[in-house]
């Protein structure tokens, strides 16, 4: 178990998490007048940065914990924890729900708020790792299949019952795709979307205003006073950066203009303080995220890591394609922060803790490597291994055992295999 | 199932390239076009503060000043649509605006409009108070005239924006506007401006008038008075300083509260009578054809004339004295006001003489006084004369004329012989005091020093005793004038009212030094006709009170001579 932890993972959230904070207090460093009066006149320059560093320092600890749980845990807790989450999603709807403009997402906890949303991302990849690597587990089966949708569904009605739409599309996306990864057949997911597709714009169609607000980003200027005003403004934002940028802390659309710039549209934010630089940046840190994550998932053996990792990291990158595609204005604007960036503590919390359990399948993949060399090298690994061998011993010959670690260990994997 | 993961990461990558494309295309390609569009609604270039200068009475006290007022705006964009209806009551129920009309306003589509300007500051407190998203004050400058009525034709008025809309307000408007100045500064979306140190307040140039607060006050205190005893329709006075012109006082009577101007039912009484209402002047007009007869060296102050006919014909129209008279000489034609006397005195002048002299005094032309709506009155070229004509036009018929037109005549003979310009505005001042402007007087001589201090003296008779306006006359000092009273002319007639007439007394005082020239013009008074008794009384009232306003001495303290000895 002493396998090392992914750095290249870490330094990318480490990226992410510092371009968030310094975003964070841009955006809310400045004290508007409607910003001070909500604080009931209190400084608010340190306010939101303050907030969100407590909860990165919870995050890292979080990360930290869960990068040395032993995986036979995380399967023993996945399922308790989609009841809690279930549970937790259920307080919004009592005396200790949080209402913010008409959607009621949080639930107060006193010292802070929290978003269960959130949480139940995370407990549904957890469950469906587990569901999916145990050995009953019939992919062709239809029951199989259906049981996790069902269970989805039960969140997605809760999802519109607060309402939150961000939640339930990422949710959908996630769930569908881990069962697509789960190997469940192609034709059950088609029906399930197709049915999902007819509910969802009967659901549109028979509210027209919720329709013409789905449909506003198409063109934004049809309304740009109501439903197409915060696209036009993250347009100015974004468009007004450039190349290069107004320059850091200099957005003049923070002031007022641009509403939510401190969590759901903190890009357009960074695209105009850091210019099409500074964004392409970011997308490309998610974009690294992303591939270094399905490289450790691709080289899991185990059925549990393997989902475990495919979900954290499709988690994270879907939530951020989504925000950059609702900032762009390439989806309709629903309420999803951008994971590590966005303001709000929930989400850096449960991005943190999805950080977490992918470091600690990666270390497992490694440290695991040796023991289960055995029973699991197919001829193509026993190929390549042996072809591998014959280099280092070539290589040693001319340059003798200088390297590193990884050397010696595979000199004992050559010495074991042969 | 690696194919699933492959499938995957491909659908996702290709989202990532999608949000590359179409960042790309809005921030390169469409940059410079969003940047305009930021640039117009993050940078406000803002009209700095202005005040309008002020207007100032000949002493320099205040006619017309502004004061920060708190006007209700709002941004119906933040007002969701079902909130309207609570915030149109809730805003009715202060302001006391009709809820439709403010709920018209808050459906609008703009992100700006006025709920109520220029409110009272308990409407402002409460509207601060109420804390209703979507609505704010904002602080505009309003016009106040804090001696509300006073010199309320002078002044005139400005509209909602502070724009001249009446008398010198609209005349000297380019003078009272400050100069607009623009600022350019950084705001947020409520319109909060990020730099606010540079904003400062720009002034308007101050004017300061010839009208005298006091005299303006006492004559329009008479005036008023006048008007209520004698029933009468409206009347206007003007008191002039006649030697350089300067209108010391205008007033009409029925008058009207600046500061209400919306408030006025009869658009009428918004006019400045005496410059823009003619009239027949009547009597009051014997002076030209006296003057013009002395002038012309036709009489001499004690030539004789026989009246004791009490009539005379010209033309086939028989003219009537008010009073049979005997045989008068030149001094008692004017003093009694005899029309048979003038007639004949208008006859050995002469159509084009009298034609003449009628156009030197200044009448058929405006007089030039710096206030617009100035008409010119009317006086028909002798060409266009009838038969009868000679004699009405010596009586002060067929002749029509401003109340500032006949006074501007008696400032000739107060003079001794110049018509004067006459004027409102004595100096343009910069905000901080320096001048910048300052009328000089204008005059032209039209008649001959001797005979205007030889009518002067006869015009003092018509207040002595035997004269036509012994009411006019005032103790200690000796007073310089004439009556008219004059038939209106009613136009569905087509003939001189029975009924309605046009008293009026025009003078100087004292007769000897003249301070101040004063024409008081009663319209429609009830009970009496004549302006003897109608007019002159108030001419006395008027002028007792402005000589002590002004510290005039009694004519007769230098003979008495007791200024120097008793004090």
């Not at chain 1, 099409?276 to 490309?284: D, K, L, P």
């Not at chain 2, 207007?55 to 209700?72: F, P, Q, V």
């Not at chain 2, 003219?319 to 050995?348: C, M, P, Y």
Request: glycine content about 8%; hydrophobic content about 45%; charged content about 20%.
């Amino acid at each position: 178990m002493n396998g090392q932890c992914d750095r290249q993972i870490l330094f990318i959230v480490f990226a992410l998490v510092i371009i968030g904070l310094l975003a964070v207090y841009s955006s809310t460093s400045v004290i508007t007048p409607e910003l001070a009066e909500k604080q009931n006149g209190k400084a608010v320059q340190f306010f939101f940065l303050k907030k969100q560093l407590y909860a990165l320092f919870l995050g890292v600890l979080l990360l930290l914990l869960l990068s040395r749980v032993n995986l036979r845990i995380l399967k023993i807790c996945a399922l308790p924890v989609l009841v809690i989450s279930l549970i937790v999603l259920l307080l919004v709807f009592t005396s200790l729900g949080i209402s913010v403009k008409g959607a009621t997402r949080w639930i107060n906890l006193t010292l802070f708020s929290f978003q269960p949303s959130e949480l139940v991302k995370l407990a549904m990849i957890l469950f469906l790792a587990w569901y999916m690597s145990r050995e009953a587990f019939k992919k062709d089966n239809f029951i199989y299949f259906i049981i996790p949708i069902g269970i989805m569904g039960i969140f997605q009605v809760i999802f519109l019952m607060q309402p939150d739409f961000g939640a339930s599309i990422s949710l959908a996306i996630l769930t569908i795709s881990m069962l697509l990864l789960g190997g469940v057949r192609l034709r059950f997911i088609g029906g399930v979307s197709f049915i999902a597709l007819i509910a969802f714009t009967a659901l549109l169609i028979s509210e027209p205003y919720r329709l013409r607000r789905v449909t506003a980003f198409i063109d934004p200027w049809e309304d740009p006073l109501r439903s197409g005003f915060q696209l036009i403004q993250s347009y100015i934002a974004l468009g007004s950066g450039g190349l290069t940028g107004v320059g850091i802390g200099e957005s003049k659309q923070k002031l007022a203009f641009l509403p939510e710039v401190h969590t759901d549209f903190i890009f357009s934010l960074i695209g105009e303080e850091a210019g099409f630089f500074g964004a392409s940046i970011v997308i490309i840190l998610f974009c690294l995220l992303f591939y270094r994550g399905i490289l450790i998932a691709s080289k899991m053996k185990d059925p549990f890591a393997y989902y475990i990792a495919c979900g954290t990291v499709l988690m994270i990158t879907i939530q951020a394609i989504i925000n950059f595609s609702v900032v762009t204005g390439l989806a309709p604007t629903k309420g999803l922060p951008l994971p590590f960036v966005s303001y709000g503590g929930s989400s850096l919390l449960i991005s943190m803790m999805a950080i977490g359990l992918l470091i600690n399948v990666s270390r497992y993949q490694e440290s695991n490597a040796l023991s289960q060399a055995e029973k699991i090298i197919d001829d193509k690994t026993l190929v390549n291994r042996v072809n591998h061998a014959k280099n280092i011993r070539n290589w040693q010959r001319g340059l003798g055992y200088t390297r590193c670690k990884a050397i010696l260990c595979d000199q004992e994997l050559f010495k074991k295999t042969l | 199932m690696k194919t699933r993961l492959i499938v995957i990461v491909c659908l996702l990558s290709v989202g990532f390239i999608a949000v590359i494309c179409k960042l790309s295309y809005i921030m390169l390609i469409n940059h410079q076009w969003y940047a305009e569009k930021a640039r117009m609604q993050q940078v406000k270039t803002e009209n700095m503060p202005t005040k309008r200068g002020l207007i100032l009475d000949r002493k320099g006290r205040e006619l017309a000043i502004n004061l920060d007022m708190g006007s209700i705006i709002c941004n119906p964009a933040e007002i969701p649509e079902s909130e309207a209806q609570k915030v149109a009551a809730m805003l009715s129920s202060i302001t006391g605006k009709d809820t439709r009309t403010i709920l018209t306003k808050l459906n609008s589509d703009s992100r700006f409009c006025w709920i109520d300007r220029k409110v009272s500051p308990q409407v402002a407190e409460r509207i601060k108070n109420s804390k209703i998203k979507g609505i704010a004050l904002t602080s505009e400058v309003k016009r106040v005239y804090p001696k509300r009525s006073l010199a309320s034709n002078i002044i005139g008025f400005v509209d909602i924006d502070n724009k001249g809309i009446e008398g010198l307000e609209k005349m000297y408007d380019k003078e009272l506007t400050a100069p607009t100045e623009k600022i350019i500064a950084y705001k947020d979306a409520k319109g909060n401006l990020l730099s606010k140190g540079e904003m400062r307040e720009i002034k308007g140039n101050n004017i300061l008038l010839t009208i005298d607060e006091g005299l303006q006050y006492i004559l329009e205190k008479n005036l008023d008075e006048a008007v209520k005893h004698w029933k009468a329709s409206y009347a206007t006075a003007i008191m002039m300083d006649p030697f350089t012109g300067e209108i010391m006082a205008m007033a009409n009577s029925p008058s009207f509260d600046l500061n209400n101007p919306g408030m006025i039912k009869d658009k009428k009484i918004i006019k400045n009578r005496g410059i823009t209402d003619c009239y027949e002047p009547g009597s009051t007009f014997k002076i030209i054809v006296g003057a013009a007869a002395l002038e012309e060296g036709l009489v001499k102050p004690n030539a004789r004339y026989d009246c004791s006919a009490g009539y005379i014909e010209v033309g086939g129209r028989r003219i009537k004295d008010a009073h049979r008279q005997g045989v008068l000489t030149f001094q008692e034609v004017i003093q009694k006001s005899s029309n048979v006397g003038t007639i004949k005195i208008g006859l050995s002048l002469g159509k084009e003489r009298l034609y003449e002299y009628a156009k030197r005094f200044g009448f058929g032309e405006k007089t030039g006084i710096d206030i617009a709506g100035e008409v010119s009155g009317l006086v028909r070229p002798p060409e266009k004369w009838s038969g009868i004509s000679i004699g009405s036009f010596s009586i002060g018929q067929e002749i029509s004329a401003t109340p500032l037109q006949i006074l501007r005549a008696y400032a000739v003979i107060a003079n001794g012989g110049l018509l004067v310009k006459p004027y409102l505005l004595s100096e343009i001042q910069s905000p901080d005091g320096a001048t910048i402007y300052k009328t000089i007087p204008v005059a032209r001589r039209v008649l001959s020093e001797k005979t205007a201090k030889n009518f002067n003296m006869i015009l003092t008779t018509v207040t002595e005793v035997g004269g036509t306006a012994k009411e006019a006359s005032i103790e200690g000092n000796q007073v310089a004038g004439k009556t008219g009273t004059a038939q209106k002319y009613d136009p569905l007639t087509k003939r001189y009212s029975k009924s309605n007439y046009v008293s009026s007394f025009v003078g100087f005082v004292p007769a000897d030094k003249p301070r101040l020239a004063l024409i008081v013009v009663v319209h429609d008074p009830r009970g009496h006709i004549y302006g003897g008794i109608v007019a002159a009384p108030v001419f006395r009232k008027i002028v007792g009170d402005a000589l002590s306003y002004l510290d005039v001495p009694p004519d007769d303290l230098k003979n008495k001579n007791i200024l120097v000895t008793s004090r």
